[in-house]
């Protein structure tokens, strides 16, 4: 079999011939062999660019691009072809798997039950099914998540991962006996999988750390020994044994724990904060919280024992007081830090020291800020030290930093009323990588904050350094 460079370049002169149909089924295969890497998004770059109203291709190069981790080019590929033929099932699940990894798991779930209503085959029935579980798993849908897995659990009962996943939302339903079951079951299938045993291990590390470390332990010694590889990535792989080190502080009650939460999953059904107001269109949203504590410099909103933090660009982290587990949709967090008390209202602004967080992720909410009568007057809370480039951002909107409060790190800050200028589509994904705003999130508030450099040029009559 000739190798894929070769393949190209006889597509190439077909394509030149005018065969692009043939050019499209010569090339292919080879795609469909090894649909990743850069050779793979070159071939079917060429089959596009031929056959641009094809969906097949167009679904192929949504493929090699959601592998190469090129999302936002994989949505639009997939939408093409889902735009051009709405009646495959396919086109529709691939759809779906764009939108999870750009962060739509709202949207992903529309595609993938799109793609179950069309399907006929009982084997992509399973798949798609269990595409939907992982996108309830994520918005915190439990129940639903078990009572579609029940659906399918007579045809999986000999698949570990399945097992695995079935455990895990047991735990989240509080049910660690169910989930102890599994994960039994889970050994006998697969006696050496180091999962097993790290599962088992986050299921006891409440209740019983010597058996959390014992199961821990296990996990280490299969993965060190060569019989398993590593699944966990490795920052929850080092947070796990930091978690079960830190136990003695959790015992002593000096930690104190929290289910995490985003925003978004709440918004229509609000109990913790009020929507003030949305605009659909920008995805601009503007809460309001009463007696909230709130963490400097990481932002996290500590309300009863709820944490909501997809408003921090942060993942998962360890420090000396604050223990954050997004892949448990847990927070772990030293409560008995110093307060300090603002007995007034404030609006939030927030901020980072790192330059991209800055311009896509908190200085767009002085939009939502200065469009909102009740907020144009009110304190501004904004991180504990600010660089150069933020001084400057915010001189060039002719700010007024006598508004401004930065936040005092190592201490809870406890807040009576505060306005949460937010944008929908930012929140963390729990058990994988945050989902950062791409650009396209807040083109709009980008948009304003040109407009707003362009009125200081055209007053100041020169121009920004």
């Known amino acids: 079999m000739i190798d894929i460079d070769q393949a190209i370049s ?3 002169n077909m394509i030149r011939r005018g065969k692009r149909k043939q050019a499209s089924e010569h090339l292919m295969p080879y795609v469909i062999q090894q649909p990743w890497g850069l050779k793979a998004e070159q071939a079917m770059l060429l089959l596009v660019n031929a056959l641009p109203k094809d969906p097949c291709v167009l679904y192929h190069y949504g493929i090699v691009l959601l592998n190469n981790k090129n999302f936002e080019p994989a949505y639009i590929a997939a939408k093409k072809a889902v735009e051009l033929d709405g009646s495959s099932p396919v086109y529709w699940n691939l759809l779906g798997n764009t939108m999870v990894s750009l962060g739509y798991v709202g949207e992903a779930e529309k595609c993938y039950q799109a793609a179950l209503k069309l399907n006929q085959d009982p084997k992509d029935e399973r798949l798609l099914k269990s595409n939907i579980i992982g996108v309830y798993i994520q918005q915190e849908r439990f129940q639903e998540a078990l009572d579609l897995a ?3 659990k007579q045809y999986l009962k000999r698949n570990y991962n399945f097992t695995i996943i079935l455990a895990n939302i047991h735990k989240e339903l509080n049910q660690p006996e169910q989930a102890k079951r599994l994960l039994d079951k889970a050994r006998r299938l697969e006696p050496n999988n180091m999962m097993t045993y790290y599962e088992f291990a986050r299921i006891y590390r409440d209740a019983d750390n010597d058996k959390a470390r014992k199961y821990w332990d296990k996990s280490k010694t299969l993965v060190e020994s060569g019989q398993s590889p590593n699944q966990v990535n490795p920052t929850d792989w080092e ?3 930091f978690y079960l080190c830190k136990r003695g502080a959790y015992h002593d009650h000096r930690l104190k724990k929290y289910t995490a939460h985003n925003i978004d999953s709440f918004l229509e059904q609000a109990e913790d904060f009020k929507v003030i ?10 809460l309001k919280f009463e007696e909230i504590d709130i963490v400097p410099d990481t932002w996290e909103i500590f309300k009863g024992e709820k944490c909501f933090a997809n408003l ?10 604050f223990i954050r587990y997004w892949h448990y949709s847990e ?10 008390e603002t007995k007034y209202t404030v609006a939030y602004l927030g901020g980072a020291q790192n330059y991209y967080h800055w311009w896509i992720d908190y200085l767009p909410r002085l939009k939502i800020i200065n469009e909102n009568e009740e907020l144009k007057n009110l ?3 904004i991180n504990s030290k600010l660089t150069g480039y933020q001084k400057r951002s915010l001189e060039l909107i002719d700010f007024d930093f006598s508004r401004l409060i930065n936040a005092k790190p190592g201490h809870i800050q406890h807040i009576s009323s505060l306005y949460l200028p937010h944008f929908k589509g930012r929140h963390m994904v729990f058990g994988g990588q945050p989902n950062y705003l791409k650009p396209f999130n807040t083109m709009a508030q980008i948009n304003w904050i040109r407009e707003q450099y362009k009125k200081y040029m055209q007053s100041k009559q020169d121009y920004p350094e």
């Open 150 to 152: 029940l659906t399918i």
């Open 239 to 241: 947070k796990m044994e």
């Open 10 to 12: 006889d597509a190439t």
């Open 277 to 286: 107001s949305q605009n659909v269109e920008t995805n601009e949203v503007l």
């Open 379 to 381: 304190p501004i809370l």
């Open 331 to 340: 927070v772990l967090f030293d409560h008995f830090l110093p307060t300090e």
């Open 312 to 321: 921090s660009h942060h993942l998962d982290y360890l420090e000396e007081y």
